[in-house]
């Protein structure tokens, strides 16, 4: 016997204190199986070998007494300390109150909630496989224990950031819009919307709320009216801007809630818009007659496959056809775009003999130059849409200057065709009446004049201009009454470092009004006697309208920042030179043109409650939407 060499320890209920000297020799066979030879003993003082006969254990007594006359053999065995093999050690299961094992079903939870998996993920024999082969220890828990526990804690947590975030927003704006998910249930999602200390524009998910009831105005009002106290979203003198659809109910709820002002998103009215020139009969027409050639090459494989190999013969880009969506007019454009794109691929493909094509037509070089005017007239609003729903950047500063733009660009002349002219015609008359309540107009024009991109009020005449600095200097003017005195110039900045990077010049660092703080004084006998009758008051007031007045000035006098610029980046760098601005411009510029943040949700919330997970709780649907949008994963 070869000193190290396996041995197996005899059973626990061999009493004889022999054997705590003695071990059964092991082997491995040629298939690697192990083996115990229980015929034989092993010292483990000497490693001789000792036969053994099931019981009996003389030989080995024998074995001591001669060789090893220095060990006891009176008494009983000794019990040993278990020393685990690192392969049982592996083989033992994760106790669930481990911190490995918390990790592993919270990250569970994480990865149903951010990929909108159903809870019966966890019970896929797939994907307990994959955990078996990643943490063989690890015990999957129930489904019912990560939709009972397990994403109801993930949503807690969550939620207490949330919280945390929204308490230092200076103010906060709403998005809002009802959806139906693929069970036809009604839910209305809210999502808030605020720009941070750090000047970045933040947006949270705050709820997602089932309409059991008809979709009134003064049910969705109590909904938002909900929304606004559980998230204890007010603040003293600011307003709460909320942007909608145009539907008549949720514009009346804004203001039923005592929320406001209502803003029409921008998208959405330019999609209304859109689908007017759309429904042109010539361009209807076009639409149709492409839509079913792009339908049969989706239907037939033949005709893809010819498609394909046309687009190679041809150098053309591999791009498949598009096929429009009835509620989006942004891919009715995109369809008439690709089409133009491939159609001397469309053309070859349809030419081939093996194609059965009929009541396929191509377009008539008529139709072709309609495709055209519908691509030319339609681009701009396509690329309004993409600028306007951005989530990183203001964009309430731009619905009047866009308005503007928009309707120049629709001015008909006399070389535009008859059908440019009618789609022209179609948006502009839909377009013109919307954002034309006075209120509301000089809301967004003082949004417009706190964009450092816009502020130059361009879309406006001189008059019109004055008018709206002279709001601003009220507005600052109203705030700081309200807050006893205004900010300074260099109150409330940054620390050295990030002061430095505010003063972008030598210039603008002169510019700023030094404010000296000095310790307050005594009050002279005079002041105690007639102080609260003879006072300053008259003059300090003078003093600070004309203060803030020449913040505004100067901050109107500097050069507009590029169209391309970011606005919140200049206000964080000029922030301590125009802080009563600032104070506005983080309030304003929070609001979104656009109620596609909360539509983006729509489609997330559509596969959450999907058909096959219709039995979902309303609390989990909340909680899902809530995990998906506001989850930070790192």
Not at 60 to 76: A, E, K, N
Not at 573 to 587: C, D, F, G, T, V
């Amino acid at each position: 016997m070869a000193s190290g060499e396996e041995l197996e320890d005899p059973p626990s209920s061999f009493k004889s204190v022999v054997w705590d000297n003695f071990g059964f020799p092991v082997s491995y066979n040629s298939d690697g199986e192990r083996v115990v030879d229980k015929t034989k003993t092993v010292c483990r003082r000497c490693s001789a070998t000792v036969n053994y006969v099931s019981g009996n254990t003389s030989n080995m007594l024998s074995h001591i007494r001669r060789h090893h006359p220095d060990i006891p053999i009176t008494g009983t065995r000794r019990k040993k300390s278990v020393q685990l093999r690192l392969p049982t050690v592996l083989q033992q299961p994760l106790d669930t109150n481990t911190c490995r094992a918390k990790t592993i079903t919270e990250a569970i939870g994480i990865y149903i909630a951010s990929a909108m998996r159903p809870y019966s993920t966890i019970d896929e024999a797939g994907f307990r496989y994959l955990l078996r082969v990643l943490e063989p220890r690890y015990t999957p828990p129930a489904s019912t224990h990560v939709r009972q526990s397990v994403v109801p804690a993930l949503y807690n947590k969550t939620r207490v950031i949330v919280e945390q975030e929204l308490k230092t927003a200076h103010s906060i704006a709403l998005t809002t819009d009802s959806w139906t998910s693929r069970a036809t249930e009604s839910f209305l999602t809210v999502t808030a919307h605020f720009i941070s200390s750090e000047w970045d524009m933040r947006s949270v998910v705050l709820q997602t709320r089932p309409l059991h009831e008809q979709h009134t105005s003064t049910h969705l009002a109590e909904k938002l009216k909900e929304v606004v106290s559980e998230w204890k979203l007010e603040r003293p003198g600011m307003p709460i801007a909320v942007t909608t659809d145009n539907a008549r109910n949720i514009v009346n709820a804004v203001g039923e809630a005592g929320l406001g002002p209502q803003i029409g998103c921008f998208a959405h009215t330019l999609n209304l818009a859109a689908k007017k020139a759309l429904e042109i009969k010539q361009v209807s027409h076009v639409l149709a007659k492409m839509r079913s050639t792009v339908a049969f090459f989706h239907r037939s494989t033949t005709a893809a496959y010819l498609l394909e190999n046309k687009q190679e013969m041809l150098g053309m880009p591999n791009h498949c056809l598009i096929n429009d969506v009835a509620t989006r007019w942004n891919s009715s454009f995109e369809m008439v775009e690709r089409y133009l794109e491939q159609q001397a691929a469309v053309y070859s493909a349809l030419a081939e003999k093996n194609v059965k094509s009929k009541g396929i037509g191509n377009l008539s070089d008529l139709e072709l130059s309609h495709a055209e005017a519908i691509v030319d007239v339609m681009r701009p609003l396509k690329t309004i849409t993409a600028v306007m729903s951005t989530e990183s950047t203001p964009s309430i500063s731009m619905i009047l200057p866009l308005q503007t733009t928009l309707l120049k660009s629709t001015e008909t002349n006399t070389a535009d065709s008859l059908i440019v002219k009618e789609m022209k015609n179609a948006i502009r008359d839909n377009f013109q009446g919307r954002y034309n309540d006075p209120d509301l107009q000089d809301f967004l024009n003082k949004c417009t004049a706190l964009d450092p991109r816009f502020k130059t009020l361009n879309h406006l005449d001189p008059a019109c201009q004055q008018k709206v600095h002279e709001d601003l200097v009220r507005e600052v003017l109203g705030r700081a009454e309200k807050n006893d005195t205004p900010q300074s110039a260099e109150e409330d900045s940054p620390p050295s470092t990030s002061h430095a990077a505010v003063s972008t010049s030598q210039a603008e660092a002169e510019d700023t009004e030094e404010s000296s703080s000095q310790p307050p004084m005594k009050r002279s006998a005079m002041a105690e006697l007639f102080g609260s009758l003879f006072t300053t008051e008259q003059g300090n007031q003078t003093n600070l309208k004309q203060q803030l007045r020449e913040e505004v000035s100067g901050y109107l006098a500097k050069e507009c920042t590029s169209v391309d610029s970011d606005p919140l980046l200049w206000w964080k760098r000029h922030e301590s030179i125009y802080p009563n601005l600032a104070i506005l411009a983080k309030s304003y510029l929070a609001i979104p043109a656009t109620s596609v943040p909360s539509e983006r949700v729509f489609s997330t919330a559509g596969d959450i409650v999907t058909a096959t997970r219709s039995t979902l709780s309303t609390d989990s649907v909340d909680r899902l939407v809530f995990l998906k949008k506001n989850l930070k994963i790192e």
